[in-house]
């Protein structure tokens, strides 16, 4: 019912920016918390930062003062801007959101498919 679709990946040196963009779609009655994951290789899938429907962030400590993220609730969309990025930042970004179709109930989670962010050194 809810679909996220990001962009924004790619190949980047190190020190480099990237921007990360989410859209949700579907049939949305509110969205929650947005956030964005990562999982690199052989590693399990982290919290990178989240953001509330208020404005209020939550970061990893690994990207504290290098990552910042956004949203835009009306064009239903959640960005990552991404500096000073290192080789370990290299991993498959996935935006997630919390989301309501209807009024009643409470939020369903879902994922984007995710996009290939890769900083060499």
């Known amino acids: 019912q809810v679909q996220l679709a990001e962009s924004g990946g790619g190949l980047v040196q190190a020190g480099g920016s990237l921007r990360l963009s989410c859209a949700a779609s579907?049939?949305?009655?509110?969205?929650?918390?947005m956030g964005w994951y990562r999982q690199a290789p052989g590693k399990q899938r982290e919290l990178v930062a989240a953001i509330t429907s208020g404005g209020s962030t939550n970061y990893a400590d690994s990207v504290k003062g290098r990552f910042t993220i956004s949203r835009d609730n009306a064009k239903k969309m959640v960005y990552l801007q991404m500096n000073s990025l290192k080789p370990e930042d290299t991993a498959v970004y996935y935006c997630n959101a919390a989301a309501k179709s209807t009024y009643f109930g409470h939020p369903d989670d879902y994922w984007g498919q995710g996009t290939q962010v890769t900083v060499s050194s």
């Open positions: 579907g049939i949305i009655f509110s969205i929650n918390v």
